[in-house]
């Protein structure tokens, strides 16, 4: 029997955004300034990104910090100014992806959540997930969904393939393959073997998960920038101007 739609809304489900990197590659932008501060278009990288969150309806936010996280925490506050709540997650020193997601579940609740990275610029509707992780909720082995963008210059090797909707890691000579957009949700579960300040990678999680397929995916074609460079972010910058608000 087909289930009815789901009332849930992003509403209901939480946002984090990550930001404790300590954006070596940008350096000497970032000896002073943490790189999700950085600006493109007169504007800080994460504020692209709590604009779209905010405006795709998620506005209870999850962000942690660390290298010179204090800087990001004193320009945002509790995020009434930009239309959305913000809970804080302080970082001693940068955890990698699944320790500062695992340390900030306390935070992010037991519902499954969105992450986003606060130090890229995409314009990726967000609301397009909020079907996704109403879907995750009633499904305790759905563990992960991932946003795949084509393979930018820089990472030209991709990292996983989809294919009928499910993720999968590539064989060593397969083609399409696709880069992760650092775009994903997950259910709290997938975390549960990290303790709360531990340093721990995503991607073992995620092939773990794969190898059991639990995860899920979608091809997303629309503009996605890593941006990783003084270089790229200078770029961004001129493009973006004639746009900021």
Not at 46 to 52: G, N, S
Not at 53 to 71: D, P
Not at 215 to 237: I, N, Y
């Amino acid at each position: 029997m087909p289930l009815s739609p789901s009332p849930l809304t992003p509403h209901h489900f939480k946002a984090m955004i990550l930001a404790a990197g300590l954006g070596e590659r940008m350096r000497p932008l970032t000896d002073h300034t943490p790189k999700p501060l950085l600006r493109a278009g007169d504007k800080p990288l994460i504020v692209w990104q709590i604009e779209r969150l905010r405006t795709a309806g998620f506005t209870e936010l999850v962000i942690n910090h660390a290298h010179l996280g204090r800087q990001i925490e004193d320009f945002l506050g509790d995020g009434r100014d930009f239309g959305v709540s913000i809970a804080w997650s302080r970082e001693p020193e940068p955890l990698e992806t699944a320790g500062g997601i695992a340390t900030a579940r306390p935070l992010l609740g037991d519902a499954p959540f969105l992450v986003t990275n606060g130090d890229v610029y995409s314009e990726f509707d967000y609301a397009r997930l909020a079907p996704v992780l109403a879907a995750m909720a009633g499904d305790p082995d759905h563990l992960a969904h991932l946003v795949l963008v084509d393979n930018p210059p820089h990472h030209p090797e991709g990292d996983f393939t989809l294919a009928d909707g499910c993720v999968h890691l590539p064989t060593p000579a397969g083609e399409g393959r696709l880069t992760f957009s650092g775009i994903g949700c997950y259910r709290p579960e997938l975390f549960s073997g990290i303790s709360i300040g531990h340093k721990a990678k995503l991607a073992p999680l995620l092939r773990a998960a794969m190898d059991q397929g639990q995860v899920s995916g979608e091809h997303f074609s629309g503009r996605w920038e890593d941006v990783g460079t003084p270089q790229r972010l200078a770029k961004l910058d001129e493009e973006l101007a004639p746009h900021a608000a």
